[in-house]
């Protein structure tokens, strides 16, 4: 059994072979009443949170509207869920996205569809932060953009440090976001009100 996810197949069956290999692992006995269908559970649970591996962020961005309009549009709040490569455990917040259109605007629906399929595979913040501002400068041919991450990751909250409440925010600045530290602050304003925190970044 397989579970198309954009132009691939999701192999479920190997999933719940490999999952069931796990549960053997750590002790536990995979055929017991509670656990029986917990492989089945886990592979379509996988299916559903890796679906960004499978399909192109880009083609939610190939349909514009033609608009005069020179200052920033900033969608805040955009919730996502990910899972951290290092120990395959989730990592959780919001995203901010801002961008100067050139002629074009682009729908707000379709920024937070990036960001949904971006945040639906195994990586860093780091790297999600970076790709989705990469993914709009080249293919929204805008004057600039910024991406502001906020997320939880419960790598930290439940494992290792244990620290339940600390906040990880990244930032990437492309184009006039990076190069002009008065747009750059007038972004971070929005996003965060007259307490916004000042980025520094080498010219």
Do not use: W
Not at 95 to 123: F, N, T, W
Not at 147 to 176: D, F, N, Q, W, Y
């Amino acid at each position: 059994m397989s579970e198309i996810i954009g132009k691939k197949e999701v192999d479920l069956v190997r999933i719940e072979k490999a999952f069931r290999e796990i549960l053997l692992a750590v002790g536990e006995d995979p055929d017991r009443e509670g656990l029986r269908e917990t492989p089945t559970r886990v592979a379509k649970m996988y299916a559903e949170m890796f679906q960004g591996l499978h399909e192109d962020p880009r083609d939610h961005l190939h349909k514009y509207f033609t608009e005069k309009y020179e200052e920033i549009v900033l969608v805040r709040d955009i919730s996502f869920n990910s899972m951290c490569e290092h120990h395959f455990l989730p990592f959780m917040g919001k995203v901010h996205i801002g961008y100067l259109p050139k002629g074009k605007i682009i729908g707000l629906s379709k920024l937070a569809r990036v960001v949904e399929v971006v945040s639906k595979r195994p990586q860093v913040q780091e790297r999600m932060t970076a790709t989705i501002a990469d993914l709009l400068i080249e293919e929204l041919q805008v004057r600039g953009v910024g991406v502001v991450i906020e997320a939880l990751h419960t790598c930290m909250a439940i494992r290792g440090i244990k620290k339940p409440g600390a906040t990880c925010i990244t930032s990437a600045m492309r184009g006039a976001f990076l190069k002009n530290p008065i747009t750059r602050a007038e972004f971070m304003t929005l996003v965060y009100g007259k307490n916004a925190p000042t980025l520094s970044f080498m010219e």
